[in-house]
């Protein structure tokens, strides 16, 4: 299994990346599928997540409004948009297949089965 993330990059406040996590060796529409960002000295959190239940994603409160998960089944890869970013956004950011994810308990847990190698966000003008 391998999951292949991309998308960071530089970007000034209020602009807006788009991550995608590809993968092979492994179906991602058969799984939950999360995004996770960490910075140095900080714990890993959880950003976002899908389900593979018919519910609505879960989102971070503090990025709630400005990311949107989607998958692209053709394609295999999930995506994360993310809108109006702000200097606390720079991170790494690290794709996940199958995290705890119950959106309708705001709920995202901390481990998964399998990783992305990350992508860097950065956030400044």
């Known amino acids: 299994v391998q999951l292949q993330a991309s998308g960071g990059g530089l970007v000034q406040p209020g602009g807006s990346l788009r991550l995608s996590c590809a993968a092979s060796?492994?179906?991602?529409?058969?799984?939950?599928i999360g995004w996770f960002r960490q910075t140095p000295g900080k714990e890993r959190e959880g950003v976002s997540c899908?389900?593979?239940?018919?519910?609505?994603?879960y989102y971070f409160n503090a990025m709630n409004g400005r990311l949107t998960i989607s998958r692209d089944s053709a394609k295999n890869t999930v995506y994360l948009q993310m809108n109006n970013l702000k200097p606390e956004d720079t991170a790494v950011y690290y794709c996940?297949?199958?995290?705890?994810?119950?959106?309708?308990?705001?709920?995202?847990?901390?481990?998964?089965?399998?990783w992305g190698q990350g992508t860097l966000v950065t956030v400044s003008s």
């Open positions: 996940a297949v199958d995290p705890i994810c119950i959106p309708s308990l705001q709920v995202m847990g901390p481990q998964a089965e399998y």
């Open positions: 899908i389900s593979t239940s018919n519910e609505s994603p």
């Open positions: 060796g492994i179906t991602l529409d058969d799984y939950n």
